[in-house]
């Protein structure tokens, strides 16, 4: 079995960067995986287009918290258009390990980016498999 669990994994998921919730934020969205019970809430601060400071929080398994950490140090002082086109592929490229053969892990990987794009695409939630 591949190494799922490499060193950068577990360093975001032990020490996650921006984690934590922003005061007023400008967008907020949470999603649910229902198949693990990962949770992924996203604080975007937005400032004139550009994402001026984002945050998470949740609860799950070291890749959902990992990929929310590694996702939100990408995206800070990410213009707005950007960030919507950021797509499954580069954030997968983020993480470096390879997860599409494995569909709960991947769907776990995916669920802070699933909660960025309908927190600012403003739906409810929004399928990023083909994103």
Not at 41 to 57: C, H, K, N, Q, T
Not at 90 to 105: A, S, W
Not at 112 to 123: E, H, M, N, Q, S
């Amino acid at each position: 079995m591949e190494d799922i669990y490499r060193e950068q994994i577990l360093e975001h998921a032990r020490y996650p960067r921006n984690y934590g919730t922003l005061e007023h934020p400008t967008i907020s969205h949470e999603e649910y995986n229902p198949l693990c019970g990962d949770r992924v809430r996203i604080d975007l601060l937005i400032e004139d287009g550009v994402i001026a400071d984002v945050r998470f929080s949740g609860k799950g398994c070291a890749i959902s918290q990992a990929s929310a950490s590694m996702l939100t140090d990408e995206i800070k002082g990410m213009n707005v258009e950007r960030a919507r086109a950021f797509s499954k592929d580069d954030l997968l490229m983020l993480i470096g390990i390879p997860l599409n053969k494995n569909p709960t892990r991947l769907k776990c990987a995916l669920l802070a980016l699933k909660a960025l794009k309908a927190g600012l695409y403003g739906v409810g939630s929004v399928d990023v498999d083909d994103a």
